[in-house]
């Protein structure tokens, strides 16, 4: 098995739309909406650091996990 990390840029909206894509309706869905713009706010600039660069344009960083399976008959 191999690790291969991928760096992901973001599209329009940044790490914010994001957020909303896949944490609003899972991680955050039984949080008010006032609540979750919190959170989304606090997520987004504790990342800023780290994924956003100097053009104001948001990256993640995701790891694929590769593997080879064989039958053994």
């Not at 909406?33 to 504790?46: C, G, R």
Request: charged letters at 25%.
């Amino acid at each position: 098995m191999s690790m291969v990390p991928r760096l992901t840029p973001l599209g329009d909206g940044g790490l914010r739309a994001w957020l909303q894509l896949f944490a609003r309706g899972t991680f955050l869905k039984t949080v008010n909406d006032v609540d979750a713009e919190a959170i989304i706010d606090e997520v987004e600039q504790m990342c800023k650091v780290d994924c956003e660069d100097r053009g104001g344009h948001w990256s993640l960083m995701y790891v694929r996990l590769r593997f080879a399976a064989t039958l053994v008959a």
